[in-house]
């Protein structure tokens, strides 16, 4: 079953601390992975997203690794701010019924106090 | 640049009743998604469409019904609400196909009473 686990479910860190979201995904034919943010209330929004022969990609203060051998991807966030409070999405994108399939994990509410 | 909007942002309806969620986008891309996100799940596709008058199922499409007269405008109803569909709707649109980059509206949230 193709299936995509996010952890820690949710994680609190101080600001300007860093910290790091793990996603591991059982899914094939794999064809791509992204992060997404999503704040309260709002859609979520896309950080990087990476194709199988790509194991890292930066966006700002945001870091994703993909290791497609062990089938694990990490999102790093490098000197939190409060901004950064939100849910992190791992979504893995799939070959299904002849067509691409989003997976989406259930995600990691981060929330960053002062 | 208005991008992708969708309204009611909130609803509130009672079981059995017919609701629809409108989804715009400014973009003119092919492709729009209707999704659902539960609490503690991934978010869900209910329903595709790569084109005007082109729809197609996604993962969860019981109870719901999709059209697409325009390529902008993507109309979500659920024909005959239940409380099983108490839910957040995201619309999304994309340039190309399911794989690429997608953007999402702002959501609506709904409640079967």
């Known amino acids: 079953k193709n299936q995509v686990e996010q952890s820690p479910q949710s994680l609190i860190i101080l600001e300007g601390k860093n910290c790091t979201l793990q996603?591991?995904?059982?899914?094939?034919?794999?064809?791509?992975l992204r992060w997404y943010k999503q704040d309260t209330g709002r859609g979520p929004v896309s950080l990087t997203i990476?194709?199988?022969?790509?194991n890292t990609k930066s966006n700002g203060r945001y870091t994703a690794t993909l290791d497609a051998d062990t089938k694990q991807s990490s999102l790093h966030i490098t000197a939190s701010q409060l901004s950064d409070s939100a849910s992190y999405i791992c979504?893995?994108?799939?070959?299904?019924?002849?067509?691409?399939?989003?997976?989406f994990g259930a995600g990691t509410r981060l929330a960053v106090h002062p | 640049d208005a991008g992708i909007t969708q309204s009611p942002r909130y609803k509130i309806t009672e079981t059995g009743r017919q609701v629809t969620l409108m989804c715009h986008q400014t973009?003119?891309?092919?492709?729009m998604f209707w999704y659902r996100q539960d609490l503690g799940h991934g978010l869900r596709l209910i329903y595709y469409?790569?084109?005007?008058?082109?729809?197609d199922k996604g993962e969860v499409p019981d109870g719901y019904v999709v059209s697409r007269s325009k390529t902008e405008n993507f109309p979500l109803t659920l024909e005959s609400a239940t409380r099983s569909q108490t839910s957040v709707y995201f619309c999304?649109?994309?340039?190309?196909?399911?794989?690429?980059?997608?953007?999402f509206g702002p959501g609506t949230r709904l409640t079967v009473t």
């Open positions: 999304a649109s994309s340039e190309t196909g399911l794989s690429y980059e997608q953007y």
């Open positions: 990476m194709t199988f022969s790509e």
């Open positions: 973009w003119s891309h092919s492709y």
């Open positions: 996603c591991n995904y059982t899914v094939s034919p794999f064809s791509n």
């Open positions: 469409s790569a084109a005007a008058d082109i729809t």
């Open positions: 979504v893995v994108s799939v070959l299904s019924g002849g067509y691409n399939k989003l997976i």
